[in-house]
């Protein structure tokens, strides 16, 4: 449990920096997302090798599906609500989903200090982006929805990528199966969206950023810390993403942060050290570990 917290929170840093190395590209946002999640996916498959065929499963490639979804719904989300709703809305939702499917799936129920430390994270996170203030659009409805399933599906692929490296499947297998489909599935949108735009150096090298550092090289640390630590604390601990993309635009781009912003800052920090903090194992998760090896068993 020691080094899983930190891998993951290393993935959310650079997850982070996804949204300033974007502003280098002269593109469409979803032609972005696509050549980002193409590079990636490719980058995590190449590393899983021969290993990735004997992590193939079906859940997992459903979880790929999740993967590609996701991209599609976060855009169309922000395209109809603007960037603060539809960013507060999909990153919030993800750990709440996540508690909740780790709980239907794996019978883990969380803990009190994950309910309020992940509810005070969401809070934090939600004053952190509305401080910069809220410009909806005029689908704000259809764009909420779209934010909920898209925190839906990464809750989802969460889950499985969890569930199946908890049975014993390498890290980095689950990932290559998982983000080398979605790279299929996404490799046509790419296609239609146009891919000339990359051939000018500073976007090809913030493209090749966004694939090798904001998605393979995270997923590669995520996995890692998936081993040892449990999925709904993962999705917490993500939350210090948009706080890394915070501090960049204050550093790197000049932004300002609104006294609500610097609290809502200061609110996520407290609750991810409290989420990353170890608890105590009870009596009853002492009796659930037995069963969990059981049914690791091939």
Same mark, same amino acid.
């Given at each position: *449990?020691?080094?899983?917290? $930190?891998?993951?929170?290393? @993935? ?8 300033? &190395?974007?502003? $280098? ?8 997302? &696509? ?8 980058? $995590? ?9 004997? @992590? ?15 991209? /599609? ?11 603060? #709703? ?17 709980? =239907? $799936? ?21 004053? /952190? #982006?509305?401080?910069?203030? #809220?410009? &909806? ?21 969460? =889950? *499985?990528?969890?569930? &199946? ?9 689950? *990932?290559?199966? *998982? ?10 949108? /790419? ?43 993962? @999705? ?28 809502? /800052? ?10 990353? =903090? ?21």
């Amino acid at each position: *449990m020691r080094n899983g917290p $930190l891998a993951v929170v290393a @993935a959310s840093v650079l997850w982070g920096t996804a949204g300033t &190395a974007g502003l $280098l590209v002269s593109a469409d946002s979803v032609a972005l997302a &696509a050549a980002r999640l193409v590079i990636g996916g490719a980058a $995590l498959a190449l590393v899983a090798g021969a290993g990735i065929r004997k @992590a193939i499963r079906p859940s997992l490639l459903l979880a790929a599906v999740a993967v590609a979804a996701y991209q /599609l719904c976060f855009f169309a989300a922000v395209g109809r609500t603007g960037v603060a #709703i539809g960013t507060v809305v999909a990153i919030g939702s993800g750990p709440v989903f996540t508690g909740l499917l780790s709980w =239907v $799936l794996h019978g883990r129920r969380p803990s009190g200090r994950w309910v309020m430390a992940t509810s005070a994270a969401v809070c934090g996170c939600a004053a /952190l #982006i509305v401080g910069g203030g #809220i410009e &909806a659009g005029g689908q704000t409805v259809s764009g909420v929805l779209f934010a909920l399933l898209g925190g839906l599906l990464y809750a989802f692929y969460a =889950v *499985m990528a969890a569930r &199946a490296i908890g049975r014993g499947a390498e890290s980095n297998a689950v *990932m290559g199966v *998982m983000f080398g489909g979605a790279a299929l599935i996404m490799l046509p949108v /790419l296609l239609v969206q146009g891919v000339a735009w990359p051939g000018e150096p500073r976007g090809l090298l913030a493209v090749v950023y966004l694939g090798l550092g904001t998605t393979a090289l995270s997923y590669f640390l995520y996995g890692r810390g998936l081993r040892t630590t449990p999925v709904a604390t993962a @999705a917490t601990l993500a939350l210090a993403e948009p706080a890394v993309a915070a501090l960049l635009g204050l550093v790197v781009l000049g932004e300002r942060l609104a006294p609500i912003s610097i609290a809502g /800052l200061a609110l996520l920090a407290l609750s991810l050290v409290a989420v990353a =903090v170890p608890e105590k194992a009870t009596a009853r998760d002492r009796e659930v570990v037995p069963e969990r090896e059981l049914e690791s068993q091939p």
